[in-house]
């Protein structure tokens, strides 16, 4: 298994282009995410997705979009960058297992390698 | 919706020594504490977890203890090695982990000093 994959690694944009960042898993995971880390903000969710067809906005969702029309991927677009979206984003996914007795659900997030996006 | 604190934000320890990274946090529903391990230049890698049933769990040199009452839990590493050097994030989850995601705290650097 290839695990999380994400495209591409860099990219640089002006002001007010827009773009769209690729994540793939081949877990078959139900679950994906994405987040973006700042220098001493840690990570914060963007956008997730409980499964194929199926998204919901995290803490941060201003200025991004996404959609699921695959369980294998998940995309995100920048409509019209700003520099403040300046950043490291990254893509999880992850399964869920319910555990002996269905008490709760255990889920584990996989990360991919991060896309680096310079906005100027 | 969930806060999580870590601290120190940075940590220098002799190889050989202890490291212990500390985290609070405040919707007393959460119920999943992942610890991830992130190196330079690569995403977030899984070291440990644990859930809210539990108190403690120990995987080799990497030890994770809870504490509900306090809504804080710990990361220890024992016999800290050169390889250990890296930034090291705690997160907590009301949904038991990853169906609406993670919050994070902000990361302790770690440095291991020769």
Not at chain 2, 95 to 105: E, R, V
Request: charged share 15%.
């Amino acid at each position: 298994n290839a695990g999380v994959t994400q495209t591409p690694k860099f990219q640089v944009l002006k002001t007010g282009q827009s773009m769209t960042l690729q994540c793939a898993q081949d877990m078959n995971h139900e679950y994906m995410s994405w987040y973006r880390q700042d220098p001493g903000m840690g990570l914060r969710l963007i956008h997730y997705s409980v499964g194929a067809g199926i998204t919901d906005q995290g803490e941060v969702p201003n200025g991004y979009n996404v959609s699921r029309s695959t369980t294998e991927d998940f995309p995100l677009r920048l409509l019209s960058a700003a520099p403040s979206q300046t950043s490291v984003y990254f893509c999880a996914s992850s399964y869920s297992l319910t555990a002996s007795g269905g008490a709760f659900n255990q889920e584990t997030q996989y990360f991919g390698p991060g896309t680096r996006l310079l906005v100027l | 919706g969930e806060n999580v604190e870590q601290h120190p934000s940075t940590l220098s320890v002799q190889e050989g020594d202890s490291a212990v990274i500390k985290c609070t946090y405040s919707d007393s529903a959460s119920n999943y504490f992942p610890w991830y391990k992130q190196e330079l230049g690569k995403g977030p890698q899984l070291i440990i977890d644990i859930r809210s049933n539990v108190g403690e769990k120990k995987d080799q040199r990497i030890a994770v203890t809870l504490n509900k009452t306090a809504k804080h839990f710990s990361l220890h590493i024992t016999e800290t090695q050169p390889e250990d050097s890296a930034v090291y994030f705690c997160a907590a989850s009301t949904s038991g982990g990853g169906a609406d995601g993670l919050t994070f705290g902000k990361g302790t650097h770690l440095i291991i000093q020769p």
